[in-house]
């Protein structure tokens, strides 16, 4: 059974950080891609960023420069470094693999993230 957990959210102020954690029990881990994810409020869920087994990272436009996506093989962990939080990156946030996360499958509980003073 797949197994996603999402960790490390909490309310921050704007400009501060927080890092993400997600435990993966997938197969053959190493060589899947996985990804971030966010949903706000009224709003669809949305790509974050995303990284391959051997490290190559993609960012949403919104989040570059200010997000950092890292992987640990070994531990089957995925990391979402988040600095210079904004109000708009409020949302709950998933890991995923984007196979499944295209088919709108294997969506865990996430974790929210709420940006406000």
């Known amino acids: 059974q797949v197994q996603l957990v999402e960790s490390g959210g909490g309310l921050v102020q704007p400009g501060g950080s927080l890092r993400l954690s997600c435990t993966v029990s997938?197969?053959?881990?190493?060589?899947?891609?996985m990804g971030w994810y966010r949903q706000a409020p009224g709003k669809e869920r949305e790509m974050v960023a995303t990284i391959t087994g051997a490290g190559y990272t993609n960012y949403a436009g919104s989040v570059k420069g200010r997000f950092t996506i890292s992987r640990e093989n070994d531990r089957e962990m995925v990391y979402l470094q988040m600095n210079s939080l904004k109000p708009e990156d409020t949302a709950v946030y998933y890991c995923?693999?984007?196979?499944?996360?295209?088919?709108?499958?294997?969506w865990g509980q996430g974790t929210q993230v709420t940006v406000s003073s």
């Open positions: 995923n693999r984007p196979s499944r996360a295209a088919q709108n499958l294997a």
């Open positions: 997938i197969n053959s881990f190493s060589v899947t891609t």
